[in-house]
Every structure is written in C-alpha cells, then in structure tokens.
C-alpha cells in the first residue's frame, strides 16, 4: 500500500493503546507518540478558508474508518480497520448491525483497507462490492481482493468470491489497498505498496527479487481477477508482469480518475520526505525506492532504474517535501460547490488533518498554482516566520485525520475522518 525508515508504534502503556492504533495508520515518517501535538490544542472542529463553502455532521460513531463507498443517494458502506466490520450508514444513521465482519490482522497499516462498488443494472441483487483486506488465512496473513453481492432486502454481503491472492507475508506497513473500479473501462485497479520488503525488481532494484506482486498497481478482470490484454505489458516477454498496471510505488492510500482525460492519478507516500501526487500513465514507473520526489532532487539518474518495455519514469505533477501522510485523492466531478472546484482535486491527509485543494491544468497533464513558490511543484519547508508555501493550497483544517474523500451522488463532496470516525459533507453556503 523496506528500503527507507519504518514507522513505528511503541506500546508505553495501556493509557495510550488508542493513540498508538491512531498513529499506525500513518503511512509516512516515523512519530513519536511522546512529542505528537497534544489532544487540547487541536481545533475543536473542522474549518474551511472559503466562506462560500460550509460543513455539515452526515454520521458519527465509527471507529477507526479506512475508507468509504456509496450504494445509492441515501447508503453509504464503511469500513472499520481494525475489526474487520462493513457498516450502513443510511440518511445519515449508522446501523450497529454491520452487513459483513470479516477476520483481519490489525497491526500497523493491516486491516480493512479498501472498497469499491459496481452497479451492473437495476435489478435488486445486481450491485457487486469489492473489499481489499489483510485476511487472517489459517493463522497466517494474506492481503486479498474479494467479490462480493449486496443483498439489498437483508442488508448483507454475501457470496464471496476470491478476486486477488496477493503472494507474501504482508507488511505491517505499506500494504496500499485502496481499489477501484475504472468508470470508463469496467476493470478493478489495485494498489500495494512495498510492504517492508524492498529489494526488489519492482523496487527499481537491478539485481533484486524477483517479480512478487508488491510496489504495484494491478489492473485485472473484475470477475476473474486475470490480466487484461490492455495491460501495458501483457505483450511482453515476462508473463509475471501481464496484470501490472504500474509499478516502483512505495505506498499509496488513494486512487481516482479524471473525469476528462481518464487517466489514473494516485498519491504515495514518502519515508520522511517526499509525499507525492502522480498520474499514473500506462506503464508508469515511479522510482521508488531510487527516487522520491522529482529525479532532480535525487542523486539518481534514468540508468539506475528498472525500465521494463513500455515502460516510463515520470516525476510527480506535485510533492510535498515534509511529509504529511497523504491519503485520499477526489476528482470532484460536480457543479455543487461552484465552478472553482468542477473536474478539480481534492487532497486529504492524515498526519494534521488538512484538506487540500488543486487545479489541474488545461491539458489534464499537471496543476496550475497562484503562489509563484509552488513553480516548481513542491512545497517546500520554510523559516518559522515566512508564511507556509501550503497556504494557497489549504482549504480545511482541523479534520480528526482525513482517510477518504468522495463526490457523492448528490454533487457535494463527502469527508471521512479516521480518529473521531465522522463523516463530513461539504456543501455551497449560496444554495
């Protein structure tokens, strides 16, 4: 979802069992529980820098939500990391009775991580959900792609059916697991990270491990969980890589497309610095654990990476140097909030809470920014007294650690916080 630092979460005392829970979902540097910023001085809610927008309480009661799906205007799935539960929010009530419990390993970055819904036509029983999961397999550990029914009349998921076995012992970080459907090709697209275990080929490593379905996008059949003949390298002379979509991906909590262009643009996460926006292009390469961030910041140069045929390097159409755990990434395809924010990116992040907002450029190919700093697409770190090169990117503060973010069918954009376990809707002051 390791070369680099791994994070880590020290057990000091039953008094901070929850704070540590909190902290292992975080998906970059390390922290340090004893020096993270006190309960009392956070915001006491939420907050927007544009006063034409305005946030509204949808749900609240979830505990630790990783991401979330709507089944229709009036449902919404959740998932719980770290109890394995999917819940029911219906008009903003939350069913205690969940519609699937599954059995997850939750340490770390394991869990319930990822879902994607696909509505096959008008018929009742014809909505199929898919989970991404670290599964407890008869006492050892999977991460897996599941299919599975949604039973509209009991409320339930049923008849599953195994979509991805991904091979290894999962890591207790950089499992990835955000998954998607393609709205414009139908096929189910999976991310996973490195999981603590670097030092492969699809690392970037020349002489490294083998082909292993890690630091990857998988783009699959969604009923079959087979490569599709698309692939960029389905016509090549390694059999392993059919299924690879892209590859060199340290970790990643979020997945959209462009409503326009179509292409897939991820976030990834960093070591301590470097988190990063890219479009992933067929056959991207994103150069991990060689480089992170733009290649020029490196001391790396093309040579040094693995380039299968068809494939290519391509820097991040923008990075944060300090890394802010980033996490969901929205394509807000809606006029609800104004013509600003039609076809434009919502970020979020879980290391302060902070709601990001982008515009991409004419071209679909990069993001266009008013502060002459971010020219060259990093937001670099700053004197104590200058003002934050993020201020022009900033939208929302004070979110209890954003986890995803989505447009929902009624054209406002829907907020999903992982430590307090709300979700948010954002909405047009001016009606």
Do not use: C
Request: no cysteine; aromatic share 10%.
């Amino acid at each position: 979802m390791i070369a680099g630092k791994r994070l880590l979460i020290p057990i000091i005392a039953a008094a901070v069992i929850v704070t540590a829970l909190i902290f292992s979902l975080m998906p970059s540097r390390s922290v340090d529980i004893d020096t993270a910023q006190p309960r009392e001085e956070k915001e006491k809610s939420p907050k927007l820098h544009d006063d034409t927008l305005g946030i509204e309480l949808v749900a609240a009661g979830l505990e630790f939500p990783t991401s979330m799906r709507f089944l229709d205007a009036n449902n919404i799935l959740v998932l719980q990391k770290d109890d394995g539960k999917v819940l029911l929010v219906s008009d903003g009530k939350l069913h205690n009775q969940p519609v699937l419990q599954v059995r997850v390993a939750n340490e770390a970055e394991r869990g319930l991580l990822g879902i994607a819904i696909w509505n096959n036509g008008s018929s009742s029983n014809s909505t199929s959900v898919f989970l991404y999961l670290t599964e407890i397999v008869d006492e050892s550990l999977r991460n897996r792609a599941y299919k599975y029914s949604y039973d509209w009349n009991e409320k339930i998921l049923a008849n599953q059916t195994l979509i991805l076995d991904l091979p290894g012992e999962p890591g207790p970080f950089h499992n990835g697991g955000k998954i998607a459907i393609g709205p414009y090709d139908g096929y189910l697209y999976a991310v996973i990270g490195d999981v603590n275990a670097g030092g492969g080929i699809l690392d970037n490593e020349i002489s490294g491990r083998d082909l292993d379905d890690k630091s990857v996008i998988l783009r699959v059949d969604k009923e079959t969980g087979l490569a599709v003949e698309s692939n960029p390298f389905y016509h090549g002379k390694m059999e392993k890589l059919k299924r690879y979509y892209a590859y060199g991906i340290r970790n990643s909590f979020g997945m959209d497309f462009d409503p326009i262009s179509h292409n897939v643009w991820i976030t990834e996460n960093g070591p301590e610095t470097y988190d990063e926006i890219n479009i992933i292009r067929p056959g991207f390469n994103s150069g991990w654990h060689k480089v992170i961030g733009p290649i020029s910041r490196n001391n790396v140069t093309m040579d040094e990476l693995v380039l299968f045929d068809g494939a290519k390097y391509e820097d991040p159409v923008f990075s944060w140097y300090a890394t802010i755990g980033v996490t969901d990434i929205e394509f807000f395809d809606s006029k609800k909030l104004g013509e600003k924010y039609e076809n434009n990116i919502f970020v979020g992040d879980i290391n302060n809470g902070n709601l990001y907002f982008f515009e991409v450029n004419p071209e679909r190919t990069g993001l266009v920014f008013r502060d002459s700093r971010l020219s060259d697409l990093v937001a670099d770190q700053v004197q104590s007294n200058e003002p934050r090169e993020i201020s022009s990117i900033l939208l929302g503060e004070g979110f209890e650690r954003i986890t995803d973010i989505e447009t929902g069918p009624d054209g406002f954009l829907y907020i999903l916080t992982y430590e307090d376990g709300k979700i948010y809707r954002i909405v047009n002051n001016k009606g």
